[in-house]
């Protein structure tokens, strides 16, 4: 592929001027530390994969109940701040731009990682399946339900972890709006059946969403906010009965705030994430009057196809980049591709993460 082709171009992403149009979507890799403070290993796996346009990091908890996954890590303390700034630091020195995806689990966490607590949900619904914690692989518990009174608490520690991000050097954050997570588990109808005015209508399920954008817009500035949508993810048991409505509605709202970019996962016919049931991206494309960004089983042509076509403005890729940090290189020169390894996806150590081969 013609280092010409418009995934090459550069493109204003806020007060960013990104290189070229590839993304290297949000991965978690469960290398960081037991207390969730980035480890040795992290600066260097993401400074080798900087010459993407953009790099978003792995979900990154933004407090200690909205933990949840074995190695994963956080910016809720000082130490994760420092752990941070290392890899802020690698990635700017090697000229790349990095956001932090910020994260709460909400009821796909479970008792292990809380001190016993239940984790915490719009609604007191357990997502089907398993989770992997320290005492080995236990079914989800039936979340506990937040009081309205608690939710000021949380969209405050959203605004509270933005500040860290800020602080650690990062050039903006994402918010972790996909894959069945707490954003999530507001904005659809399987996981969220409130009475109050954060359920019911699609209107009322986004008010969270809404709610946590506006304060991570004002902890920093919505020119270096972004936000992660999923509208027919069915990840962590997650479904909603009119997902056009719900998703046009939240890019319709979010499009108000002048964000980075909107980020929507909608896997590719093919692809082994995809869910037979109608797109939602183009609907939320014309409503979303900012960057956009898809994601979903991509590769340089259907990537190239999307930016030309109009249907996007940037690509995210995720596989690819995780066995390739040299993807923009290899794409450009149609060099063929490293496969990956499932087998070390999360597993500790350098194995998998930090040895594959560049060109």
């Not at 989770?131 to 506990?144: E, S």
């Amino acid at each position: 592929m013609s280092n010409d082709s418009s995934l090459f171009t550069s493109l204003r992403l806020g007060p960013l001027t990104l290189p070229n149009r590839m993304v290297m979507a949000p991965m978690t890799r469960g290398r960081a530390g037991s207390d969730g403070t980035p480890t040795q290993i992290m600066p260097r796996y993401y400074q080798s994969r900087a010459s993407a346009g953009l790099l978003v990091t792995e979900a990154t908890a933004i407090s200690r109940m909205g933990t949840g996954w074995l190695g994963a890590p956080g910016i809720y303390t000082k130490a994760h701040v420092g752990g941070w700034q290392a890899v802020t630091k690698a990635v700017h020195t090697a000229g790349g731009r990095i956001f932090l995806q910020l994260w709460h689990m909400g009821r796909v966490s479970h008792p292990d990682f809380l001190d016993g607590q239940l984790p915490v949900g719009p609604s007191a619904i357990a997502a089907a399946g398993s989770t992997h914690t320290h005492k080995g692989k236990q079914t989800y518990v039936t979340p506990r339900a937040l009081a309205k009174s608690e939710i000021a608490g949380i969209v405050a520690e959203y605004a509270a972890a933005a500040r860290l991000a800020r602080e650690a050097g990062f050039d903006g954050v994402e918010l972790h709006g996909a894959n069945g997570y707490l954003i999530d588990q507001f904005l659809r109808d399987c996981s969220n059946q409130r009475s109050d005015e954060y359920g019911g209508s699609s209107q009322n399920r986004a008010r969270f969403l809404l709610e946590v954008t506006k304060a991570v817009c004002s902890a920093w500035s919505p020119d270096r906010v972004g936000v992660r949508l999923s509208p027919n993810g069915n990840y962590n048991d997650m479904k909603d009965s009119t997902p056009g409505t719900t998703f046009t509605h939240a890019a319709s709202e979010l499009s108000k705030f002048g964000l980075a970019y909107l980020h929507v996962t909608e896997p590719l016919p093919g692809s082994p994430m995809h869910v037979p049931a109608p797109v939602v991206t183009p609907a939320m494309r014309k409503v979303f009057h900012g960057p956009l960004i898809v994601n979903g089983g991509y590769d340089a042509t259907s990537a190239t196809a999307a930016i030309d076509s109009g249907a996007t403005d940037l690509v995210a890729f995720g596989v690819p980049f995780l066995a390739n940090p040299d993807l923009v290189k290899r794409f450009a020169t149609g060099a063929k591709l490293n496969a990956p390894d499932f087998a070390t996806l999360y597993t500790p150590g350098e194995k998998g993460y930090t040895d594959y081969a560049t060109l």
